[in-house]
């Protein structure tokens, strides 16, 4: 493993459930052999999205609701270029599809389309 995939990796995994399943997603992104730049991609992305989650005290995948991801895509907006805002969309939109599959949450309804 590269440096960078391993840096990636020590730097994303967390205590919190939400962390360890973006920890077992980067994991999944780097068995499929992408750049490091992609797997950096996806780490830079659902660390900012998990730390803005953790500040509203929501610590699991699944208490996570398509409005607090609405309220965060437009947080980032104040800030951030809407590319930039895309982007993040993208990563939030592989992860959440990533969890249901890998979970098998036929139930779950997840939080963004």
């Given at each position: 493993?590269?440096?960078?995939?391993?840096?990636?990796?020590?730097?994303?995994?967390?205590?919190?459930?939400?962390?360890?399943?973006?920890?077992?997603?980067l994991?999944?992104?780097?068995?499929?052999?992408?750049?490091?730049?992609?797997?950096?991609?996806?780490?830079?992305?659902?660390?900012?999205?998990?730390?803005?989650?953790e500040?509203?005290?929501?610590?699991?995948?699944?208490?996570?609701?398509?409005?607090?991801?609405r309220?965060?895509?437009?947080?980032?907006?104040?800030?951030?270029?809407?590319?930039?805002?895309?982007?993040?969309?993208?990563?939030?939109?592989?992860?959440?599809?990533?969890?249901?599959?890998?979970?098998?949450?036929?139930?779950?309804?997840?939080?963004?389309?």
């Open positions: 493993m590269s440096r960078l995939k391993s840096d990636v990796l020590i730097r994303i995994l967390p205590q919190t459930d939400f962390g360890r399943s973006v920890g077992s997603f994991v999944d992104r780097q068995a499929r052999g992408p750049s490091s730049h992609t797997v950096g991609f996806f780490a830079s992305q659902l660390c900012s999205l998990q730390a803005y989650l500040k509203r005290g929501i610590p699991s995948v699944q208490d996570t609701s398509a409005d607090l991801l309220r965060y895509l437009l947080d980032l907006g104040q800030h951030r270029k809407a590319g930039g805002v895309q982007a993040e969309y993208r990563a939030m939109r592989a992860f959440f599809k990533w969890y249901q599959v890998e979970y098998d949450l036929d139930n779950w309804s997840k939080p963004i389309v």
